[in-house]
């Protein structure tokens, strides 16, 4: 439990920092925060009960994607405030570092497992943002379509 809250807070300071770096208005700063810490949490708790890191990436990148997407209706703001902070815990910075770090040392074997697995997470990421927004789309349009009379 104790580690779970660790996670939350520091994923909440980096999502909140990264929004401040950004420029992002202070009112939505905590919210920008809150929508890095729950895509991140649900990646920790993934991975916590076994599943694999790309899909778990996947499961956070899509709920970062959906939050982000409700709190720029709820603000009226554009949903990349939301988005771009959101994301940075997912982030496989520290993994791509140390590929680069390997690659200086001679150590391919190693620079090149952690380059392929950096580019996994970072594709699951894109993955998990387009499926968001694909589903959407196809609600928007369901809703529009009811609203104008069609199916």
């Not at 809250?5 to 925060?33: D, K, N, W």
């Not at 959906?66 to 982030?91: C, D, E, H, N």
């Not at 690659?103 to 620079?111: K, L, S, T, W």
Request: hydrophobic share 55%.
């Amino acid at each position: 439990m104790l580690e779970l809250l660790e996670q939350a807070v520091t994923s909440f300071i980096a999502s909140f920092a990264f929004a401040m770096i950004f420029h992002t208005p202070q009112q939505l700063l905590v919210r920008c925060g809150f929508v890095g810490m729950c895509g991140w949490v649900a990646y920790w708790g993934s991975v916590y009960v076994n599943i694999d890191e790309v899909p778990a990436t996947i499961i956070g990148a899509f709920l970062v994607a959906v939050m982000s997407q409700v709190f720029a209706r709820w603000y009226k703001t554009p949903v990349i405030i939301f988005t771009v902070a959101g994301i940075i815990p997912l982030v496989p910075g520290g993994m791509a570092y140390d590929a680069m770090r390997n690659f200086v040392q001679n150590d391919y074997y190693n620079a090149v497992s952690l380059a392929a697995k950096a580019f996994l997470l970072s594709g699951s990421i894109a993955i998990g943002l387009m499926f968001s927004e694909v589903i959407n789309q196809l609600l928007y349009k369901r809703k529009t379509r009811k609203s104008n009379g069609s199916i």
